[in-house]
Every structure is written in C-alpha cells, then in structure tokens.
C-alpha cells in the first residue's frame, strides 16, 4: 500500500473508531503501533517507556478520537502528536516519579496485608466489595494498595514485580470499572 492509500485508511479507521467501532482501533492498533513505536523511542529513548506512550496514546485515540477533525490535515499526524505529546509529558514528569529500591521497600514493611485486611473488612453486602469482587485479583490489590495504603503507582509496580505501566494500566481499567459498577 502505498502512503496516500495509508493515509486514507488511517483517516478512515479514525472515523469509525470515533462511532465507537473497536476493531477500527484493533486495525490501527495493527497497521500504526510500528510506526508510533519507532517515534515514542526516539523521543524517550527506552523501549519500555516507549511501550507504555504508545499504550496510553491509543487510549486517548479511543477516547478523543470525536476531536479529530479531517479538514484540520491527515489522522496520521494526529495520532503521530498524540504520541509525541505523551512521550515529552512523560519526560517532563519522570522527575516526578519516584523509583524506590528495594531496601526502602523492606524498610516499608509489607503494606499489602493492610490492603487485604482492609478489603476483607468491608461487609459482604456492601456495594464496593461486591464491585471489587469483581475485578482481576492483580487490578484489585494494585488499587487497594495504592487508595488504601497510599503506596505510588511506582512502589504498587515493584511490590507487584509488574512493570509501571502495566500497574497504571490496571489501576486506570479497574477504577474505570469500579465507576461502572458502582454507577
């Protein structure tokens, strides 16, 4: 295919994923994720961190992808600035991130009995343990040890030997289907 016809069908993807249409954003995903990766790297130089724009870049294509208007240029570049975006903010904030050692960690104690203490206190008839319930049990406990216990989305990943973006991922997903089960 050549760029025009890639073009084109980036464009064309874009407006059935803002109809809500996920296998347009599967199809994006796949024909895109390449490209955008090469971009996310160039800027953050790490491939994990490079992973983890691109990964919140998609979720903020589905999310917004309603703003994307045709006459203002191509889908191709505004997804390419979704993800230039992400990853400048993510250079930006990673000064804010706090990367704890595990000798801190081990000085913090084992905060997670706290969270599942705290979960297993909560009357089974009332609605948040029913809602909990629900949700993947790594989701659950990185949401209980960060809004219980107070850990950063950092400390929750190396608790959990998970990589940080995928705890975020968790946390995002799993109080986004909290909000739903609670609403």
């Given at each position: 295919?050549?760029?025009?016809?890639a073009?084109?069908?980036?464009?064309?993807l874009?407006?059935?994923?803002a109809?809500?249409?996920?296998?347009?954003?599967?199809?994006?995903?796949?024909?895109?994720?390449?490209?955008?990766?090469?971009?996310?790297?160039?800027?953050?130089?790490?491939s994990?961190?490079?992973?983890?724009?691109?990964?919140?870049?998609f979720?903020?294509?589905?999310?917004?992808?309603g703003?994307?208007?045709?006459?203002?240029?191509?889908a191709?570049?505004w997804?390419?600035?979704?993800?230039?975006?992400?990853?400048?903010?993510?250079?930006?904030?990673?000064g804010?991130?706090?990367?704890?050692d595990?000798?801190t960690?081990?000085?913090?104690?084992d905060?997670?009995?706290?969270?599942?203490?705290?979960?297993?206190?909560?009357?089974?008839?009332h609605?948040?343990?029913?809602?909990?319930?629900q949700?993947?049990?790594?989701?659950?406990?990185?949401?209980?040890?960060?809004?219980?216990t107070?850990?950063?989305?950092?400390?929750?990943?190396a608790?959990l030997?998970a990589?940080?973006?995928?705890?975020?991922?968790?946390?995002?997903?799993?109080?986004?289907?909290l909000?739903?089960?609670?609403?």
């Amino acid at each position: 295919m050549n760029e025009q016809g890639a073009a084109a069908q980036v464009n064309s993807l874009v407006i059935e994923i803002a109809k809500g249409d996920r296998s347009a954003l599967e199809a994006l995903f796949r024909m895109e994720a390449g490209r955008l990766l090469a971009v996310a790297r160039r800027i953050v130089r790490r491939s994990d961190l490079a992973e983890e724009v691109v990964q919140d870049a998609f979720v903020a294509i589905w999310q917004r992808s309603g703003q994307y208007d045709p006459k203002y240029g191509e889908a191709r570049g505004w997804i390419t600035r979704i993800v230039r975006n992400r990853a400048l903010n993510l250079l930006r904030d990673a000064g804010r991130v706090d990367h704890v050692d595990s000798q801190t960690l081990e000085a913090m104690g084992d905060r997670t009995g706290d969270a599942s203490n705290a979960y297993e206190l909560l009357p089974e008839r009332h609605a948040l343990k029913g809602c909990l319930k629900q949700l993947d049990a790594k989701k659950r406990t990185a949401i209980l040890l960060c809004y219980v216990t107070g850990l950063t989305h950092g400390e929750v990943a190396a608790k959990l030997d998970a990589p940080l973006g995928t705890v975020k991922a968790w946390i995002r997903r799993g109080m986004s289907a909290l909000q739903e089960c609670l609403g």
